[in-house]
T-cell receptor, first 113, second 110 residues
Framework: KAGVTQTPRYLIKTRGQQVTLSCSPI?????VSWYQQTPGQGLQFLFE???????NKGNFPGRFSGRQFSNSRSEMNVSTLELGDSALYLC????????????FGQGTRLTVV | QKEVEQDPGPLSVPEGAIVSLNCTYS??????FMWYRQYSRKGPELLMY????GNKEDGRFTAQVDKSSKYISLFIRDSQPSDSATYLC??????????FGDGTTLTVKP
């Protein structure tokens, strides 16, 4: 069974640009969560989708947005990139609508220069 | 103050030692309590989770939650070099929105 797949694995962008990251959950999983991981702030919750609906949102500016498609795949977008957006972005998927995030992908390492 | 505070590391122990990892949380409404293990350049891996309070055991790992003191613990018995990783505690009110501790890096020396 394939795990959570995140693409691309690595990305370098310039300040002011925008970026789109992709997450394919485990087959059959309908809940997808996104997290930002940095050395200074640790893992911080961005948002969570279930059946194409955003159920929860973290305390990030509106430059961070996401969506989920009917096949449960999810994308997150960051516009007007700032140096501080450099981080590992992690996606997690779960089968059930309740319970913790069970499976994380390997993440997308975003570097903003 | 962060909602989930984790004992800072790093922690270094000899092989075979019992390891104790601890966290506290401040939101009394949290219902889910999790422990994740993260190896370098990998995503976190769910080790164990508890709904509400109590103990849970899985092989060499035991998770404890004391809601009265808002304390979360993970014990690793007979620690192995392969247990060397960063351990993250997390709590959640409901599904899909977890609050993580900063992580404790554990090294088990052969």
């Amino acid at each position: 069974k394939a795990g959570v797949t995140q693409t691309p694995r690595y990305l370098i962008k310039t300040r002011g640009q925008q970026v789109t990251l992709s997450c394919s959950p485990i087959s059959g999983h309908r809940s997808v969560s996104w997290y930002q991981q940095t050395p200074g702030q640790g893992l911080q919750f961005l948002f969570e989708y279930f059946s194409e609906t955003q159920r929860n949102k973290g305390n990030f500016p509106g430059r961070f947005s996401g969506r989920q498609f009917s096949n449960s795949r999810s994308e997150m977008n960051v516009s007007t990139l700032e140096l501080g957006d450099s981080a590992l972005y992690l996606c997690a998927s779960s089968l059930a609508p309740e319970g913790p995030e069970a499976f994380f992908g390997q993440g997308t390492r975003l570097t903003v220069v | 103050q962060k909602e989930v505070e984790q004992d800072p590391g790093p922690l270094s122990v000899p092989e075979g030692a019992i390891v104790s990892l601890n966290c506290t949380y401040s939101n009394s409404a949290f219902q889910y309590f999790m422990w994740y293990r993260q190896y370098s350049r990998k995503g976190p891996e769910l080790l164990m989770y508890t709904y509400s309070s109590g103990n849970k055991e899985d092989g060499r790992f035991t998770a404890q939650v004391d809601k009265s003191s808002k304390y979360i613990s993970l014990f690793i018995r007979d620690s192995q070099p392969s247990d060397s990783a960063t351990y993250l505690c997390a709590s959640a009110l409901n599904a899909g929105k977890s609050t993580f501790g900063d992580g404790t890096t554990l090294t088990v020396k052969p």
